[in-house]
């Protein structure tokens, strides 16, 4: 998995998944664009890429603006004057039973999780039409086929990732554009640390441990690689075996 010279773009880059997304990127070679809506967060973790000998550049990215991905894709074509690999990582979660969930609890995590996800890979598709080439991968989750107890706005907005996925795969093949997702099981980061030990139960996970965010990190790089360059339309669970049984 080399990506010496690609130029990565991943949103959410300040901590969790995305901050292992960008810094094993940059471990593989390439130089990465870190956005989050928390700019201080994605610098810190740009100053990380640099240590590791990369370039990059932190810049405030709110997925439920569609302003900032015009901006966003702007200053990195100024920076690099390219760019190879877009992830859609940025996420959140909101949680209520069904019959207690607001309308805003709902939209807000629908608007951020996938909207964002849509206005990203629209963004991404923009640029990497006009070079024919580029990869996309989008952060979905075990729970969108699964489903999610007291999740319902989450999971729900995870599922429509895979469709959009499948969709963007289907429109950008012919311009030799790969977009896939990944689905990861139970990862401990700060979005999951107050979830309830019942998900946590190592007894759930055949590799009987939770997941750690480089066990996703490495997925993202494997899809972001050449070795990958058949593979598109796919939904890459990262369980260690979680959910194998039920569907
Ligand atoms: P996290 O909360 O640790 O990190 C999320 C990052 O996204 C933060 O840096 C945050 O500032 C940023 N962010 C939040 N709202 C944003 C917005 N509106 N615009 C831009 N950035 C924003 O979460 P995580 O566990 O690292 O999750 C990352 C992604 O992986 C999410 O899409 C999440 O749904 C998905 N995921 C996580 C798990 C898990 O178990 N941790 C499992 C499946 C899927």
Known sequence: MDLTNRVALVTGGGR??????CLIFAEKGADVVIT?????????TAAEVRKKGRKSVALKLDVSEPRDFDEAADATLKAFGRLD????NAG???RAMLDEMTVEQWDRVVDVNLRGTFL??????????????GRIINMSSRAGKGGSYGHINYASSKAGIIALTKSAARELG?????VNALLPGFIETDLTKNLTNEIKRPDQIVLGRPGRPEDVAYAAAFLASDE???ITGICLEVTGGTGMFSG
């Open 36 to 44: 989050d809506v928390d700019p201080a967060m994605a610098e810190k």
């Open 120 to 133: 990203g890979t629209r963004a991404a598709a923009r640029i990497m039409k006009t070079r024919k080439s």
């Open 174 to 178: 012919g311009f030799n554009i790969t």
């Open 85 to 88: 690999i877009w992830v859609n």
């Open 16 to 21: 969790g998944l995305g901050k292992a997304i």
């Open 228 to 230: 990958a360059e058949w």
């Open 92 to 94: 959140i979660g909101s």
